[in-house]
């Protein structure tokens, strides 16, 4: 790929590569600037209880509210923050957010917070996760971390001393995207992880591929011998939601139970009669 020859190469293989370049090098100044000027803000998903569809938490999802392109979703940044180094001091805002809003909710559910893979290699990632619970006085039981299985492909010590580290602190870890990657099983038993989160491709097939199905409940399956909870990720209809609860995933996340929305906007939901709390 022509990107991966770095700035000063000008190899016009396709017409607007320059322009793209030029696009691209304009969002990553802005994208520091924006850092600074904190233009960034998380919404939030509800995360249920499968088998009594209680509120169990939120998942911060973060947008970037771009002064010239409107609100950005992490698709169109991330990346981006990663390559640049940014996703350091994007990150740990991230956290302390989402750590300082969970802490004002009326009720003491989650707070399910990703972790990119550069934060998850930074020195000092727990001391930073410390920060934030105290700044925060948010309990540690109440704040889960979750990371993809890029971040395990190093397979190695400091892997697993830092997840053992932030694990020590009282939080929770999730393997965010199961079944995208390498899905080595033996992730599963080298790592402590409390959650998997099985990814929506497959539960959006679930209702026409047996294949699916049988995925689904063979993790599902798994995570529950292996003591760990299993999130259907996705999950967008009645249909849906009924064959992820049969096939023994114990959460569900999806449209069909809410969108990510603004943190001003979640008091509704914190009115349902009851909530699994942490
Ligand atoms: P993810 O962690 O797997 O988050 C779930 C994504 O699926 C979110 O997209 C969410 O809006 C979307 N989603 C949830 N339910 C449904 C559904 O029923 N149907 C469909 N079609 N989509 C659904 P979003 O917010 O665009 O985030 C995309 C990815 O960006 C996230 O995937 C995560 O990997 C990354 N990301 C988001 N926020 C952060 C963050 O604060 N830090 C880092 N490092 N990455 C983030
Ligand atoms: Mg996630
Ligand atoms: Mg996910
Ligand atoms: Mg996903």
Not at 66 to 78: A, D, N, V
Not at 151 to 172: F, P, Y
Not at 238 to 267: I, K
């Amino acid at each position: 790929k022509a990107k991966m020859e770095g700035r000063g190469t000008c190899r016009s293989f396709e017409p607007g590569m320059d322009a793209r370049l030029q696009e691209r090098r304009q969002l990553e100044s802005e994208l520091v600037l924006g850092v600074k000027k904190e233009q960034f803000v998380l919404h939030y998903q509800p995360l249920h209880d499968a088998k009594t569809s209680q509120l169990t938490g939120f998942e911060a999802l973060v947008r970037w509210s771009h002064p010239r392109l409107g609100l950005l979703p992490p698709s169109e940044f991330i990346q981006l923050a990663e390559e640049t180094g940014v996703i350091d001091a994007l990150g740990e805002w991230i956290l302390r957010r989402a750590c300082t809003d969970a802490a004002k909710w009326p009720l003491p559910v989650k707070v399910a917070v990703n972790l990119s893979p550069a934060q998850f290699k930074q020195q000092g990632l727990s001391l930073q996760v410390a920060a934030a619970l105290a700044a925060s006085e948010l309990l540690p039981s109440r704040l889960e971390l979750e990371i993809t299985e890029s971040v395990l492909l190093a397979n190695n010590e400091n892997t697993l001393n830092t997840l053992h580290g932030l694990r020590d602190l009282g939080i929770s870890i999730a393997m965010d995207d199961f079944g995208t990657g390498y899905s080595s099983l033996s992730y599963l038993r080298s790592f402590p992880f409390n959650r998997i989160k099985i990814d929506r491709s497959f539960v959006s097939l679930m209702c026409e591929s047996s294949e699916s199905r049988a995925i689904v409940k063979a993790v599902a399956e798994l995570g529950t011998t292996l003591g760990m909870t299993t999130t259907a990720e996705g999950v967008e209809t009645e249909d849906q939601y009924r064959l992820v609860r049969e096939n023994g995933c114990t959460d569900v996340q999806g449209w069909f139970f809410g969108r990510p929305m603004p943190a001003s906007e979640l008091h509704a939901l914190f009115e349902q009669p009851e909530a699994l709390t942490a």
